[in-house]
Structures are given as structure tokens and as C-alpha cells.
């Protein structure tokens, strides 16, 4: 065998190797991104998965006490209202009381004749801190696009209506939000920390209109105002509802209370 046919099947058998050796790299290399894109794709759907759930839990977090606040109240004013529908002229739905003679009273009056008239100030009260609170921490409700603007126009509707006719004014709904609220522990004043909150006449001043607003509703002044609060409040439950995908929370409360449906709740029906 001649010296050139030697070295052109030594070239051939190189040839050979080297395609062997490339296809197999290939063939790793192929292999190894697959798995790195699979897994990435794998860590970017648990990911986003996580991250829903996150959301979801921080939406329950804090609108569902919100969404308690305005069923509580709801009930609340929609049973003055229809007292009032029943009640004889001039005659209060409260207990005949001024506002400076609270804070005089002995704890007993607030678990007896005042009990119906100042929990009404404390559902109130409650309700504000939850819009409040919500406002405050909207940032982190992810709602969808838009939502948070439609959530805020909401809760702001339902302030306005508390305010109409010179009744509790905007600024202060905020400040008795914050009244309330306890930083230490970060919860919200039972009713028995409400009414010793009342009972302090350098503190309690600063709910003084919404006592203001709760006995004049109770003598059917402004008794107008009171539907625009129920609507507003009917608004804002139901956006919530429809961003928790969750029940009618006002209407299963009105049937647990056997109380009537009014014409503004048709659609609850």
C-alpha cells in the first residue's frame, strides 16, 4: 500500500470521528437546553401560580372584612330605615338622648337603653376603618385592570353618602377609621373599648359627629341620606363579590334575618 493511500484512509477514518463526536455534543447540547428550558418553564408556571394564590389570599385579607363591614352595616341602617317607616312622628328609634349626656353615662347604659344606638355608631365606625384600611393598602390587592379605580370610586361613594347633608364630614370618617384601630395589636376596638373610648371626653370628642349623625337618624332628619347609603353600600358589596367570586353576602344575611326586600334589592333576588 503506497504512503498516499495510507494517510487518505487515515483522513477518512478522522472524518468519521469527528462527525461522531459533533453529532454527539449536538445531540448533548440539544439535550441539556431542553431540560434547562423545561425547567424553567416548570419554575415560571409554579411562579405565577404562586403568585395567584398570593394575590388571591391578599385580596380575602382585606376585602372580605371590608365586604363584613358593609353587610353588618347594611342591616344595620336598612332596619332604622324601616323602623322609621313605622314609627309615629317625632318619635326617636333611640332612646332620647343628647350627645354631650354620653360620655356621662355608666357602662350599664351601654349594654341596655343606649346599646342599639351607640353599636350603630360602632358598626359605623368599624365600616370606616375597613375602607380606610383598604384604601390605604390598595397596592397590593393585584385587582384587575381598572378595578382599582372602580374600587375606589366605590368606597369613596360610600363616604360621600355618610357625609351628605352636613352629616359625618369626609376628613373625619378617616380620622374615626383610625380611632379605632388598635396599632399595638393591630386589630379593631371591641365594643366595650368603643364605648370607654366614648366615655373619655378628651378622646371621644373626635366621634362626636358621628353620635351627631346616629341620634339625628333616629329622630327621621335627613331620613333621605339613608338611601343613598344603602345603594352605595349595595354597589360596593356587590363589586366585591364579583372580584371574590363569592355568594351575596347582604342577601343572605337579610334572609337569615328574615327582614323584607326593598326595591333597591331586586337584583339580589
Request: one cysteine or more; aromatic letters at 10%; a neutral charge.
Amino acid at each position: 500500500m503506497h504512503q498516499t493511500q495510507m494517510i487518505e484512509i487515515f483522513a477518512a477514518i478522522n472524518q468519521d470521528n469527528d462527525i461522531n463526536i459533533n453529532g454527539q455534543l449536538i445531540t448533548v447540547l440539544v439535550g441539556a437546553v431542553s431540560g434547562f428550558i423545561a425547567a424553567a418553564t416548570t419554575n415560571l408556571v409554579n411562579l405565577f401560580f404562586k403568585q395567584q394564590e398570593t394575590d388571591a389570599q391578599n385580596r380575602l385579607k382585606y376585602l372580605n372584612p371590608l365586604r363584613l363591614a358593609l353587610e353588618e352595616t347594611y342591616n344595620r341602617i336598612y332596619e332604622i330605615k324601616t323602623r322609621l317607616e313605622k314609627r309615629k312622628a317625632e318619635e326617636s328609634i333611640f332612646m332620647e338622648i343628647k350627645n354631650e349626656e354620653i360620655a356621662n353615662q355608666n357602662p350599664d347604659w351601654f349594654i341596655g337603653n343606649g346599646c342599639y344606638l351607640i353599636s350603630t355608631c360602632y358598626l359605623i365606625a368599624c365600616l370606616f376603618y375597613q375602607i380606610r384600611k383598604v384604601r390605604e393598602d390598595l397596592a397590593y390587592l393585584k385587582l384587575a385592570k381598572g378595578n382599582d379605580t372602580t374600587l375606589w370610586q366605590l368606597m369613596f361613594r360610600v363616604n360621600r353618602a355618610f357625609a351628605r347633608e352636613y352629616g359625618i364630614y369626609y376628613v373625619t370618617q378617616y380620622s374615626i377609621g383610625n380611632d379605632i384601630h388598635i396599632s399595638e395589636s393591630n386589630r379593631v376596638m371591641a365594643y366595650r373599648e368603643f364605648c370607654e373610648l366614648i366615655r373619655n371626653k378628651e378622646k371621644g370628642v373626635w366621634l362626636n359627629g358621628l353620635l351627631n349623625f346616629c341620634i339625628e337618624t333616629g329622630k327621621g332628619r335627613n331620613e333621605q341620606r339613608l338611601d343613598e347609603i344603602l345603594d352605595s353600600i349595595i354597589s360596593l358589596s356587590r363589586f366585591l363579590e364579583k372580584s371574590m367570586k363569592s355568594d351575596a353576602s347582604i342577601k343572605a344575611r337579610m334572609l337569615s334575618e328574615e327582614l323584607p326586600f326593598s326595591k333597591r334589592m331586586s337584583h339580589l333576588k
